[in-house]
């Protein structure tokens, strides 16, 4: 007599979920970074993936403590579906730790904002009203976040932000080099992250032929939350600045002089005093 072995629907109910939420979260992304959608749409959308998700990572668990029991079959489709859930799942697991680790904010600088202003575009205009943070906790969770003065030209200043900019991939839409006569240099670069956010980069420089100070904003322009990203973009991109000013100064003693900037050369600390 031959003994029927089934096959575990609940097994079977865990793939199918862990199945859908992968490209019903997938699409989403993609379509917020074509701006095809909305981030209005794009968070109840990646929302609800997110919710088939765990529901596939639940019942995937369920479904393997039956057939520990039971001896059905189904352990492939159900291992399955918690793998494929718990794909899904982990981003949320990720951006949750970072909106608790970072606070609720969209917009830091170094300077008064009105010195480094957004571009206009469509889209941007209807922006959600920015989430700021105080001099002293910005100071406190993000202690690189300030003004750089360097003994190098402005305009070398300039081209040096320029190039970084550039290895970046940024995508500028702002480039106005200080002049010789003290004009401020402006430069302003648009930014996508992963999910898909739009964020914008302002890079100021002022000063004459032997000094500049520099400032940065970095503003998220459709998030309700950068889960730290503008601080950390502005603190990695000033601190890359100061090794490639510090290299460009060691490399070139005429430093205010045009001259060819070595970018990967390796950075070393300027002497004290």
Known sequence: MRILIRTSKTAIWAHRLGSVAVPLLLISVLLHRLQLIVGDVFLAAAGAAGLVAL??????????????????????????????????????????????????????????????????????????????????????????????????????????????????????????????EGGVGQLNAQIMTLPGWREEAVLRVTGDATSAKVDMRSASLNAPHDFGSNGERIELFLTALDDAVTILLRDNPNANQPVEIEPDAEPVTPPSG
């Open 55 to 180: 529901l596939a990572v639940l019942v995937a668990l369920v479904a393997l403590v039956r057939l520990w029991f039971s001896g059905d079959q189904g352990w492939g489709k159900a291992l399955q579906g918690l793998l494929l859930g718990a794909l899904c799942v982990a981003p949320f697991g990720y951006y949750t730790a970072l909106a608790l680790h970072y606070p609720p904010v969209t917009d830091i600088a170094t300077t008064d904002r009105g010195l480094l202003p957004l571009m206009f575009e469509p889209g941007t205009a209807a922006m959600p009203p920015p989430k700021l943070l105080s001099a002293a906790t910005i100071a406190t969770i993000f202690p690189n976040v300030a003004s750089r003065d360097y003994p190098l030209g402005a305009a070398q200043t300039y081209e040096v932000i320029k190039r970084q900019v550039e290895d970046n991939g940024w995508d500028i839409r702002l480039d106005r080099a200080p002049t010789p």
